[in-house]
Structure formats: C-alpha cells, structure tokens
C-alpha cells in the first residue's frame, strides 16, 4: 500500500510556464484535496475532489485548474506559473461516508520554486 | 467562517516533562478536531481526531488531547516530552455539518524538545 504518492519531489518553473504536479492514491478514498504550505500561514486549501468527475474550489484556487477523472489520480495544473506559486504542495486524501470525509492521508509534497 | 489559532508559534519544553500545544477554533455548529504531526520535509501524518463523545481523545505516539465546548479550545498534551517529539505540529477544524469538506489549518507550532 503506497499510499498517497506526489511527483515530481522538486521543480523549478520560469514565470509563465505551466506545469502539472501528480497526485495519486491507493486507498480507494473518494474525498481528495491540494493544498499549499507558506511559512507562517500554515496549510492553505486549494481545491478538493468528494469523488471522480466532481471538484471545487477551495481558499486559494486563483491559477490552479484540477480535475479527477478517476478515483486514484487528482493532478493540479498551474496555468501560468508565478512567483507567488513559489511554495511546498501536498495532496491529501481521506475516507468519506455519507460526504463526510474523516482523517486526511498526506503525500510526502512537491517543492515548487518559481523564478 | 471557521478558523482555527495556535497563539504559540513554537514551544520549548525539556525531555520528560509534560507538553502542551494549544489550540482554539471557531466554527458554525459542531466541530471535527484533528492534531497533525510534520517532521522536517515530510508531509504531515495524522495524530488524533475528535468528533463526538469523551472530551479526551488518545491517539498516536501517547499524545491526547482534550475538547473543551466551553473555551472552545482542544489542547494536545503528553505526560512526558521525549527528544523525538520535536515537530511541528497543526490543529485542523470543519464543521459537523454544512461546511463542505473543507478543513482548515492552523498557522502552526514548533515542538522542541531538550535533553
């Protein structure tokens, strides 16, 4: 069981590129989530998933597109990256019954640097 | 709008003495509670959660924490501090009810813990 797994680990974008950090899950959770970790401000929610075909948005989502075409896979695309993207990125997944989600499973993060 | 405020941003306690990480939420209704634990580039791991039922909830490590409705506070505490508990540690908050699924984080508390 592999868990919640996130690539790449690091990345380096020039300003106005775009680039997709993966996110996949084996545990057959159905809730989903991405969210960005700045120093001082803890974890910001950027969009979740409550199951394949269905998403939203979340605290920050200006920049970010997500998707979930299947239950293990929840990629989040920055569009145009900038430097205030510059932050580590984790995804997150969670048992949900009922369209409660319980405790989240964290991946191990993607550190992303903007320039 | 829920919240959630760790007034610390980091404590220092000595090795086997007894710890306390403290937390306070707002939120509509209800609260899910959870304690989460990161330890240097890893992504954070899951400690305790509180939903219902006895105010003192034990979870991993030999770490506990206790709601308080009243204060509306949910401290994380351990009877004895070891070298290894030094992280740093979140508490989280969603609604009961209504809400999404959405979780919000605290900012955050350093853990040090000396010999």
């Not at chain 1, 919640?4 to 590129?17: D, I, M, N, R, S």
Request: hydrophobic share 30%; aromatic share 12%.
């Amino acid at each position: 069981n592999a868990g919640v797994t996130q690539t790449p680990k690091f990345q380096v974008l020039k300003t106005g590129q775009s680039m997709t950090l993966q996110c996949a899950q084996d545990m057959n959770h159905e809730y989903m989530s991405w969210y960005r970790q700045d120093p001082g401000m803890g974890l910001r929610l950027i969009h979740y998933s409550v199951g394949a075909g269905i998403t939203d948005q979340g605290e920050v989502p200006n920049g970010y597109n997500v998707s979930r075409s299947t239950t293990e896979d929840f990629p989040l695309r920055l569009l145009s990256a900038a430097p205030s993207q510059t932050s580590v990125y984790f995804c997150a997944s969670s048992y949900s019954n009922g369209g409660i989600s319980y405790e989240q499973y964290f991946g191990p993060g993607t550190r992303l640097t903007v320039t | 709008a829920q919240s959630v405020a760790q007034p610390e941003d980091q404590v220092n306690v000595a090795e086997g003495n007894p710890l306390t990480v403290k937390c306070t939420y707002s939120v509509s209704g209800n609260p899910y509670l959870f304690w989460y634990v990161q330890y240097p580039n890893r992504g954070l791991q899951f400690l305790l959660k509180y939903i219902t039922g006895d105010n003192l909830v034990k979870g991993s490590y030999g770490f506990e924490a206790e709601f308080n409705k009243s204060q509306t506070s949910f401290h994380l505490k351990k009877p004895s501090a070891l070298v290894s508990d030094s992280a740093l540690y979140f508490c989280a908050v969603r609604a009961f009810t209504g809400g999404g699924n959405k979780l919000t984080f605290g900012t955050g508390t350093q853990l040090k813990v000396e010999l």
